[in-house]
């Protein structure tokens, strides 16, 4: 098994910054993919970014240029760098891990853009 634990939410101004972590811990060998999706109230769960293995990364287009995903494997974690918030980015963020073909998921951490 494979546990996901994210850290870094919380409220923020327009314009301000964040960073989200997300830690994998359990039977971690075999990291492949690693990134992020979020869920605004009301709304399904959409893409923000991934980071392969190889650190290629992709984004989503409302997110690119504001927004950087990094990878650290010596501790399994997965970052995600985020600047110029603005309130459509209010969402929970959720990273996920994918581990020798098999999907996980984290908790979520609120993210909370407001003046």
């Known amino acids: 098994q494979v546990q996901l634990v994210e850290s870094g939410g919380g409220l923020v101004q327009p314009g301000g910054s964040l960073r989200l972590s997300c830690a994998a811990s359990g039977t971690i060998f075999g990291v492949n993919v690693m990134g992020w999706y979020r869920q605004a109230p009301g709304k399904e769960r959409d893409f923000v970014a991934t980071?392969?293995?190889?650190?290629?990364?992709n984004y989503a287009d409302s997110v690119k240029g504001r927004f950087t995903i990094s990878r650290d494997n010596a501790k399994s974690t997965v970052y995600l760098q985020m600047s110029s918030l603005q309130p459509e980015d209010t969402a929970v963020y959720f990273c996920y891990v994918t581990v020798l073909g098999s999907v996980y998921w984290g908790q979520g951490t609120q993210v909370t853009v407001s003046s």
């Open positions: 980071i392969n293995s190889d650190f290629s990364t």
